[in-house]
Structures are given as C-alpha cells and as structure tokens.
Nanobody, 119 residues
Framework: QVQLVESGGGLVQPGGSLRLSCAAS????????MAWYRQAPGKQRELVAI??????NYTDAVKGRFTISRDNAKNTVSLQMNSLKPEDTAVYYC??????????????WGQGTQVTVSS
C-alpha cells in the first residue's frame, strides 16, 4: 500500500513564493517518474512539471519560475514556485509512478493541496 502526502499549499500574494512537498510512503520497491499537476476551477488537470531519470520538463506557463526537485533517498519530490501569478491558483497534485513490493508499476496520486495567489 502506497501513499502520497502533499504539503506546503496556501495563500500568497502575486509575486510571492511557495514550496510544495510530496512524500511517498509504504511498500515501495522503486519510483520512476514523479510529477506535479494542477487543476484550476472549471479546467482540466494539467501537467506542471515532471522529473524522471534526471530529466525534467515544465509546462511553458511556469518555465523560469518553478523548479522541480527530487530526493530519491527520501522518496520525496518538491516544487519551488516563485514569481507566482493569480493564474497559478489551483489545486496542485503530486503523482508518482511506483513499483510497490509484490506489485507491478502503477500510478499513484496525492490528495491535492490548494494554492491561491491573490492580493
């Protein structure tokens, strides 16, 4: 049984910064891809940033402002968000592709954390 738990969301003014963290726990054998998604009200969930085997990529809207990082020893992934804009307001979800002990690879999601950018 694998669980992803996110933390770090909140309310911030435009131009401010937030750092999101996500920790994977449980019967984990290996983790390949880790990523952050977001879903704004009335919109589809979209990929924000992804990291896999040293490769990272970002959606154009956050390039230069957001940084994804990963600690393989701790099974954690973080998202440093700088120069936040009101359009970054959304629920942010962590996703990981995990091989749990005794089970083949599967996609796991966190519960989501709200980020609100407003003055």
């Amino acid at each position: 049984q694998v669980q992803l738990v996110e933390s770090g969301g909140g309310l911030v003014q435009p131009g401010g910064s937030l750092r999101l963290s996500c920790a994977a726990s449980g019967s984990i054998f290996s983790i390949s891809t880790m990523a952050w998604y977001r879903q704004a009200p009335g919109k589809q969930r979209e990929l924000v940033a992804i990291t896999s085997g040293g490769f990272t990529n970002y959606t154009d809207a956050v390039k230069g402002r957001f940084t994804i990082s990963r600690d393989n020893a701790k099974n954690t992934v973080s998202l440093q968000m700088n120069s936040l804009k009101p359009e970054d307001t959304a629920v942010y979800y962590c996703k990981a592709v995990i091989r749990s002990i005794g089970v083949f690879w599967g996609d796991y999601w966190g519960q989501g954390t709200q980020v609100t950018v407003s003055s």
